[in-house]
C-alpha cells in the first residue's frame, strides 16, 4: 500500500500548478527540498538542491533587487511570512509572472532556522488584468468621444467622481473628483440651480427612481453650453440612498442647431406671409404701412419709420412710423444725409451695433434714446424708393447673418411690392402704355405667383427632393422656359452640381440640364453670376439656346444659381421680375440648406443611439473576453428570441427590449471564473452552483442602468420554469415575465445545439425533442410552439454567422 500512496503523492505534486521548495537557512537560503513540478519552469530538482540554482537567481535580473529588499524588509520586521510578485526567468529564458509565498520558521529567539516557498505562476492573470485595464481604457474611450460623463455621486462626502468627456469645458478626464455642491453654484444660474436641487433632492429622499434634467452650463471660457443629466439611485440593504450613479451628456451643439432651424423656421414662414401679403397689396399707402409693421414684427423691435425719395432722390421723407418716430411722420430731410443716405448710395443693408458711437450719425435729440439701428434701401432696377428704419431703444437682441439674410429677402420682396405699386400707379397714369403696363404686370404678377406657390412647396414638402422638382417647375412654367435648373457650386473645383430640376415645357435638350457646369466652359455665364449679376442670353458668344441665369449668395458667399433654358433665346426680365427671380432662388437654396441641417440633427439624434447600441455591444464584449462561447450564444439567442417574439404577436417596442435583454441575459458570466466556464468536462457540484449566481449577479448589474425595459430582471428570470424548478428564486407560471419565458427557451434550444467546450453539439433535433418533452411543464406552451414555428420556416436560423447584433436584425 505505501507504494502505491507514495506514487498517488507524487502525481498530485506534478499535476499541481503551485511548486513547493524549501530548506535550511544559512548566510544565504539553502534548498534542502523541491518538488518534481518545478519542470514547469524548465528545471530540475537537483538544479536547485546542488546549487546550479538559487532561489534568488530564478528571479529576472531587473526585478532581483525589488525583491530583494522586499523579502529583507520581512526578515527584519520579524514577519512571519513574505509575500511577493516578480517575474521569474525559465530555463529557456522565458519571463513568467510569480507569486512568491515564503514561510519563514523561527526559533525562541526569533533567528530564522528554516524557510519554505510556494511558486504559483500567475501567468493567466496578469493577462486578465491587463485585458481588463484595455477593456476600461476602451470603454472610456467611447465615453469621450461621445462627449458622456459618466459618474458617481457620494452623499456622506458630497463628492461626483466620473470619468470621460468632462461636459463644462470638453476636457477628457479618466478619473475626476468634485465637490457637487461647488460645482453647480460654479456652473449653473439660480434658477436653474434651484429647479435641479429640488429634483436631486427627491431623489436622494428615495421619492423618485430616477432624475432627468437638460439645464445650461456657463463654461471657464464665460460661453454657455447645455448638457442632460440623467440618475438613478442606488440603494442600501436598508432601503436608503448609499449612491447615485449617471450620465452627463454634452448636448450643447444638439440645442444649438434645434435653436437655429426653429428660429430659421419661423422666420421663412413670416417672409412668405409677409411676402404674399404684400404682393397683394397695390396701394401705395397701405402697402407702406404693411411693410413698415412687418419689418418691425420681423426685427421684433417696436420702433420703426419707411421714408420714401421725393424732389428727384434730393429728400427722404417720412411717409410711415411706429413707436419713436410717429410724431416725426411728415418730416423730410436730405437724401445723403446719415445710415439712410449711406444705405441708397451702396444699396446694401447697414447695422450699427451701437448707434450711439456711429460717426455719421443725425444729431437729433430725438433719437439719442436710440442704441442700436437697421436701415434697409428699398430699391429694384433703376429705382430707388427710399428706406426703412428699424430701432432699437434697449439691448440689441442677437441678430446672426441668417436673420440678416431673412432680412434682406424681406426687403426684396417690398421691393418688389413697391415697384408692383408703382407699375399699377404708373398703369393708371398712363394710358398709352396700358397695354405694355398690364401685360408687364401679368408677367410679373405670373413670376411673384409662381413664386409664392414654389415657396408653398418648400414649406409644405416632406420629401426635400420632390419639393424642389416641383417648385422649379412651377418656375419654369410661369417663366415659360422650357425647364428649370438649380445648380451649387463648388468652389474648389470651379463648377457647378446640378441639385435638382423641373420640366416646364417641351423636352430641351442643353449641357447645362445635366452638370456638372464648369466656369472654363461658359466664361460669360460665370462671369456675371459671380459678381452678383444675373445673366440673360445664349450659353456662349454664338447663338444657341438660351438661359437666364439667376446667381444665389448666401452669407455673402456664392452659393450657386437658378437656371431657366429656353429654346431660343433668354427673355428680357424687367429688373422687378428679376428680383421676383432672385428671391424665388433664393428660397430653393435656402430651403435646401434648412433640410440639411434637419438631416444633421437627425443624425446627431441617431449616434446618440448607436452610443447606446455600442454599449450594449461593449458589455457583451466584456463578457466574451472572458468566455469567448458566451458572446456567440447571447447573439444566437437574440435571433431566435425575437423571431419567437414576432410570431407571438409583440409589437416592435418589445421586440426591441427582448433583443436587448438576449444580448445581455448572460454578462452575470463577467464574475465566474474564467476556468469554470471554459473547464472541458462535466462541473463540479459546487462549481455549478457558481455557475447558478451568474442570473443574480447579472440583475445586480443591469440594475443599476436605466433601460426603458425590465431588462434586469429579465436577465435574473431567463433560468425560471413554469413549474418552479429553476432558479434563483423558483419563480413559477405567471410570476415569471413574458420575455424571460420567450428567452428560456431560446437559451435552451441554442446551448443544446451548439458546441461546448465540456461537449460537442447535440443537435437542433435533440433541442426540439427536449423543449417538447417539457412543454407545459418547465416551458410555456405558446413559447414553445412558437419556437417549432420559428425553426420550421427557418431550420438555421441559430446556425452560421451572427449578424443579429444590429438594431431590429
Not at 205 to 229: I, K, M, N, Y
Not at 430 to 444: D, F, G, N, P, S
Not at 689 to 702: F, M, N, P, V, W
Request: aromatic content about 6%.
Amino acid at each position: 500500500m505505501v507504494p502505491d500512496q507514495s506514487l498517488s503523492l507524487d502525481q498530485v505534486i506534478l499535476s499541481s500548478p503551485a511548486v513547493l521548495m524549501g530548506g535550511r537557512m544559512e548566510d544565504t537560503p539553502r534548498v534542502d527540498f523541491v518538488t518534481g513540478n518545478i519542470a514547469l519552469f524548465g528545471f530540475s530538482p537537483g538544479d536547485l538542491t546542488e546549487g546550479r540554482v538559487t532561489p534568488e537567481t530564478l528571479i529576472l535580473e531587473e526585478d532581483r533587487e525589488t525583491a530583494r529588499r522586499a523579502l529583507a524588509e520581512c526578515v527584519s520586521s520579524g514577519a512571519a511570512e513574505c509575500l511577493r510578485e516578480y517575474l521569474l526567468e525559465t530555463s529557456s529564458g522565458e519571463a513568467r509572472p510569480v507569486r512568491d509565498h515564503r514561510v519563514f520558521h523561527r526559533d525562541g529567539a526569533g533567528k530564522i532556522f528554516a524557510w519554505q516557498s510556494t511558486l504559483l505562476d500567475i501567468t493567466d492573470r496578469k493577462n486578465w488584468e491587463q485585458e481588463n485595464r484595455r477593456m476600461e481604457e476602451n470603454l472610456s474611450a467611447v465615453l469621450a468621444a461621445s462627449r458622456i460623463w459618466a459618474w458617481e455621486y457620494l452623499p456622506e462626502t458630497d463628492e461626483l467622481v466620473g470619468s470621460g468627456c468632462f461636459p463644462v469645458d470638453g476636457s477628457r478626464q479618466s478619473r475626476l473628483c468634485l465637490s457637487r455642491k461647488k460645482l453647480w453654484e460654479d456652473i449653473v444660474s439660480p434658477p436653474d440651480l434651484a429647479r435641479i436641487e429640488e429634483s436631486w433632492a427627491r431623489l436622494l429622499e428615495g421619492e423618485t427612481g430616477f432624475s432627468a434634467v437638460e439645464h445650461p452650463v456657463l463654461r471657464p471660457d464665460g460661453t454657455q453650453g447645455w448638457v442632460s443629466v440623467r440618475a438613478f439611485p442606488r440603494l442600501d440593504e436598508k432601503g436608503r440612498v448609499a449612491a447615485v450613479t449617471g450620465l452627463t451628456v454634452d448636448i450643447t451643439s444638439l440645442k444649438e442647431t434645434l435653436h437655429r432651424t426653429d428660429s430659421q423656421n419661423r422666420r421663412f414662414e413670416l417672409l412668405r406671409s409677409l411676402s404674399l401679403g404684400m404682393m397683394e397689396d397695390l396701394d401705395t399707402d397701405s402697402l407702406l404701412e404693411r411693410i413698415l409693421r412687418g419689418a418691425v414684427e420681423f426685427a421684433g423691435s417696436g420702433n420703426g419709420v419707411i421714408s420714401l425719395l421725393e424732389q428727384g432722390g434730393t429728400v427722404l421723407r417720412h411717409r410711415c412710423a411706429v413707436g419713436l418716430h410717429e410724431a416725426m411722420v411728415g418730416e423730410g430731410r436730405p437724401a445723403a444725409e446719415g445710415m439712410s443716405g449711406q444705405a441708397l448710395r451702396e444699396r446694401r443693408r447697414l447695422f450699427a451695433k451701437d448707434y450711439r458711437s456711429w460717426e455719421g450719425r443725425i444729431a437729433d435729440p430725438r433719437f439719442d434714446s436710440i442704441t442700436a439701428n437697421i436701415v434697409l434701401p428699398l430699391f429694384s432696377g433703376p429705382h430707388d424708393f427710399g428706406t426703412v428704419g428699424i430701432h432699437f431703444t434697449g439691448e440689441c437682441p442677437d441678430l446672426d447673418d441668417s436673420f440678416f439674410a431673412s432680412l434682406d429677402q424681406f426687403a426684396a420682396a417690398a421691393s418688389i411690392a413697391l415697384e408692383n405699386a408703382r407699375l399699377h400707379e404708373a398703369s393708371q397714369r398712363e394710358i398709352r402704355e396700358k397695354i405694355r403696363a398690364q401685360e408687364r404686370l401679368t408677367v410679373h404678377a405670373g413670376l411673384a405667383a409662381a413664386s409664392a406657390e414654389a415657396s408653398g412647396f418648400l414649406l409644405s414638402q416632406d420629401h426635400g427632393g420632390t419639393a424642389l422638382g416641383r417648385a422649379l417647375a412651377s418656375l419654369a412654367e410661369a417663366s415659360g422656359a422650357g425647364r428649370a435648373v438649380l445648380l451649387r457650386n463648388v468652389a474648389q473645383d470651379g463648377l457647378a452640381e446640378v441639385v435638382a430640376r423641373g420640366e416646364g415645357g417641351a423636352g430641351l435638350p442643353c449641357s447645362v440640364e445635366d452638370g456638372p457646369v464648369r466656369a472654363e466652359e461658359y466664361p460669360l455665364l460665370f462671369g456675371h453670376l459671380t459678381s452678383g449679376r444675373t445673366y440673360l442670353g445664349p450659353l456662349n458668344r454664338d447663338a444657341g439656346p438660351g438661359i437666364a441665369g439667376v446667381p444665389i449668395f448666401i452669407r455673402s458667399a456664392f452659393w450657386g444659381f437658378l437656371a431657366l433654358l429656353f429654346p431660343d433665346g433668354a427673355p428680357c426680365y424687367s429688373a422687378g421680375e428679376l428680383d421676383v427671380l432672385r428671391t424665388a432662388a433664393y428660397n430653393l437654396a435656402v430651403s435646401m440648406v434648412r433640410w440639411e441641417a434637419d438631416d444633421r440633427v437627425k443624425e446627431g439624434y441617431e449616434r446618440l443611439q448607436k452610443t447606446f447600441d455600442d454599449v450594449i455591444r461593449t458589455m457583451g464584449f466584456i463578457v466574451g473576453r472572458k468566455d469567448p462561447y458566451t458572446i456567440e450564444h447571447q447573439e444566437r439567442v437574440a435571433v431566435l428570441a425575437r423571431g419567437i417574439g414576432a410570431v407571438m404577436g409583440l409589437d416592435p417596442w418589445r421586440l426591441e427590449g427582448l433583443r436587448i435583454c438576449s444580448l445581455v441575459h448572460d454578462v452575470g458570466k463577467v464574475e465566474i471564473p474564467g476556468e469554470i466556464l471554459s473547464k472541458p468536462g462535466r462541473l463540479s457540484p459546487m462549481e455549478f452552483e457558481l455557475i447558478k449566481t451568474h442570473a443574480q449577479s447579472g440583475y445586480d448589474i443591469l440594475k443599476e442602468v436605466d433601460f426603458p425595459w425590465p431588462v434586469a430582471e429579465v436577465a435574473r428570470q431567463h433560468h425560471e420554469r413554469m413549474d418552479g424548478s429553476g432558479y434563483p428564486r423558483g419563480l413559477k407560471g405567471e410570476e415569471i415575465l413574458p420575455e424571460a419565458r420567450i428567452l428560456a427557451v431560446a437559451d435552451v434550444v441554442e446551448a443544446m445545439s451548439s458546441h461546448r467546450p465540456y461537449r460537442p453539439s447535440l443537435g437542433l433535433e435533440t433541442a426540439v425533442a427536449e423543449i417538447g418533452r417539457k412543454r407545459g411543464t418547465a416551458f410555456d406552451p405558446s413559447v414553445v410552439d412558437a419556437c417549432m414555428e420559428v425553426l420550421r420556416k427557418n431550420p438555421g436560423v441559430i446556425a452560421g454567422e451572427v449578424k443579429s447584433f444590429g438594431r431590429g436584425g
